[in-house]
């Protein structure tokens, strides 16, 4: 394993790196729980929403291999750059969308460029050792529990302006981008040109899935990811069902798990395990007994202990599934490598919500402990898959 590459001042990169995720993540947080309301104004049929809502996840899956790839070739510095300007203008577009198809178009343009988190998380491994990586996975966690703590906090205030929520909304995603992408311009050092000159063809990173840790990474990314969004998209109505919580109390809810995920990734995650495969597999586990303890939960204190080991196994795998991607990605080509993990990552969340609402039976806390059982099959699944390899 060849060492990290060395800049002048690592804290100012991943407080750069952490500006990057966090607009991105706050943008998102701001937008899409109200893009289907915004769509409705100009088409309500559940189609072209539900087309809508994916567009940006499955422009993201065709375009962050690439975008991973390209900055193994050209830098991670320009690649960041093009991926926060695209977001910038698909924000302006946005804010002054007069019909469906220009929301759709702009939804696709983020997704398209939006190459900020593969990236981010390639320079974040560029720059640390394999046994420092998890800190650096854990800056990128932190700025996604900051997106989805501020987003949805920021959009409760900004769609009460007038009769143009959305349209001051998307001009403050976009202002927070903008501020990233200068940022980046003029403070985020580029590291050194890697080792390795690559060449990008889709067909030869393909060919690195062959390699069994990879494989096995990639498949538990699948499974965890489609159960988390399902978690995402059924919760409320588990909550409803189960407590009588309405969208106010829910608010609070996820108020409570990210400041939960927001102190995991800032603390807990931030310390390297001396054994990757290990903390991973125990973060699987801890998630999978934070849904069998929802499945049993009665009560609003055990539904809170709950979602705070939930929080706990979700915060570990966030972190350490990632780091150990990069130990056992090529350095020539691990930006490919963490482009495709978060494409397939995309594609989850597009099939996480159908899957939920297919497999979640009455009464919903069913589910979740089907969810459990699936998580103790990929706990497995990843110890099979480096059964023969050491940390």
Sequence with gaps: MMPCIMIKDKKRSFFILFLIVATELIGFGLIIPILPQIASRFENTPLKIGLLLAAYSAAQFIAAPLLGALSDKFGRKPILLISKLGTVLSYILLAFSGSYWLIFISRLMDGFTGGNISAAKAYAADITTPEDRPKGMAVIGMAFGTG???????????????????????????????????????????????????????????????????????????????????????????????????????????????????????????????NLIRTTGIGLLAAGLGFLAMHVSGTLSLLLIALAILSLGVGFVNSYLPSLLTVVSPEGNRGAVIGIYEGIGSLSRIIGPFFGYWAITSPLNHGYGYFAVILGFLAILLFFGFRRQTQ
């Design 148 to 274: 989805f703590i501020l987003g949805p906090a920021l959009g409760g205030l900004l769609y009460g302006i007038g009769n143009h929520g959305h349209s001051v909304a998307a001009i403050v995603a976009g202002s927070l981008s903008l501020l990233a992408f200068f940022l980046t311009l003029f403070l985020l050092e580029e590291p050194e040109k890697r080792h390795e000159k690559t060449h990008y063809s889709f067909k030869d990173t393909l060919k690195l899935f062959k390699h069994r840790g990879i494989a096995t990474i990639c498949l538990i990314q699948v499974g965890f990811m489609i159960l988390f969004s399902s978690f995402e998209s059924t919760f409320s109505l588990f909550t409803a069902q189960g407590f009588g919580f309405n969208e106010r109390q829910n608010s609070f809810l996820f108020l409570y798990v990210g400041i939960l995920a927001l102190f995991i990734q800032g603390g807990l995650t931030r310390r390297a395990p001396k």
